[in-house]
């Protein structure tokens, strides 16, 4: 089972006392979080103002550091257009990421403009491509365009558990019906996350949890940091065993 720890996501600098933000605090805090259990790493790199960027100057420096000094877990990032809201733009950054400093792998949300072109540039560089599945309209594009993916990521986005569970069942039921057999991961956000997160641990599906996704424990109280909650969720993947 992969659990992937999501270090930091869209929120701004300061929404948490323990969010990383710069390199020093990613590295820092993906050595925790692997020490608590996580597998992987999902990170959003940011500039010398904290911003999230997909300019090579930021991903080659922060990869660089990942790869000398980090814990040795393959890295994922974001290419969201909430970082960089041209596609085309989007498209031309990624496609100028230094060769020597690739992720191991990007999410590329499927619902987005430009996601099929980016998701075959990626493959043609031999990145990994998590397709994030947030609706069914972007499973369903997944299907017809069959473009080259590693992993499914099923992201429902509602507020209300009921309602993130809908969503998620949905997406799963398509991708069965269309025999997508990639590997999948399931997560919330916010007050989702540690429903589907049980959810997904019912279902045998991977896992992912960090503040990018909540900063609260399931209990409510404010979450220490990011090692506090991927060890909450590697002690429920060893209670569901």
């Not at 599906?205 to 990018?212: S, T």
């Amino acid at each position: 089972m992969r659990i992937v720890a999501c270090l930091n996501g869209g929120r701004r600098p300061g929404a948490h006392p323990a969010l990383p933000v710069f390199v020093d605090q990613l590295v820092q805090d993906a050595h925790a979080v692997v020490a608590a259990g996580a597998t992987e790493v999902h990170v959003h790199p940011r500039d010398s103002d904290g911003a999230e960027s997909l300019v090579p100057q930021v991903i080659a420096p922060f990869m660089e550091r990942m790869r000398a000094e980090g814990p040795g877990v393959p890295v994922s990032l974001s290419t969201s257009l909430s970082t960089q809201p041209d596609p085309w733009r989007r498209y031309d950054l990624v496609q100028r990421w230094s060769a020597s400093a690739l992720p191991d792998s990007v999410t590329v949300n499927m619902h987005e403009p430009g996601s099929v072109d980016l998701t075959h540039l990626l493959h043609d560089r031999r990145v990994s491509v998590e397709a994030g599945i947030w609706t069914v309209e972007a499973a369903r594009i997944l299907v017809a365009t069959k473009v080259p993916v590693t992993t499914v990521a099923v992201e429902p986005t509602q507020v209300a558990e009921e309602d993130a569970r809908e969503n998620a069942d949905a997406i799963l039921s398509l991708l069965d019906r269309a025999r997508i057999d990639e590997p999948r991961l399931l997560h919330g956000i916010d007050a989702t996350a540690w429903p589907m997160l049980q959810v997904a641990l019912d279902l045998g599906l991977d896992i992912r949890i960090g503040l990018e996704d909540t900063m609260r424990m399931p209990d409510g109280t404010e979450a220490h940091d990011n090692a506090a909650l991927v060890t909450h969720a590697v002690g429920s993947a060893a209670a569901a065993v």
